[in-house]
């Protein structure tokens, strides 16, 4: 469900679909957006949207493709994710999954200096 200038999700709608969610992990976290937003934090913030929420979320993703291309050298797999940003290519599903994830997440910079610096600050 969006959130869009036409059809607005009120905070009251969003309990009840917390309430009625079987996921207890889902419930949590729609609970906390619920109470970001009743202390005023932007919707797309409290969701994890944007901000420092989508930046972590996006470097988890990478770090879990990085896992997946089976290579134990940061740097080295640094270089194969820029690569498959740069030519759409994975190596496996999995790594494809997480880059495309992490790409909704937030913005993918296909540096692989960058991409390196991401993977040593999430350890």
């Known amino acids: 469900m969006a959130i869009t200038g036409r059809r607005r999700v009120t905070v009251a709608r969003l309990e009840t679909i917390?309430?009625?969610c079987q996921d207890p992990a889902l419930?949590?976290?729609l609970?906390?957006?619920i109470r970001k937003i009743g202390a005023d934090v932007d919707?797309?913030?409290a969701f994890d949207l944007r901000g420092s929420g989508a930046l972590k979320q996006r470097n988890d993703l990478l770090r879990k493709?990085?896992?997946a291309t089976g290579i134990e050298s940061e740097w080295q797999a640094a270089g194969v994710l820029a690569a498959a940003i740069q030519s759409g290519a994975a190596p496996n599903q999995i790594v494809a999954d997480c880059l495309l994830a992490a790409a909704t997440a937030a913005r993918v910079l296909n540096s692989q200096r960058t991409i390196y610096s991401i993977?040593?600050?999430t350890h």
């Open 65 to 67: 493709a990085a896992l």
């Open 27 to 29: 419930r949590q976290w």
């Open 119 to 121: 993977l040593l600050s």
């Open 31 to 33: 609970g906390a957006a």
């Open 18 to 20: 917390a309430a009625q």
């Open 43 to 45: 919707p797309a913030a």
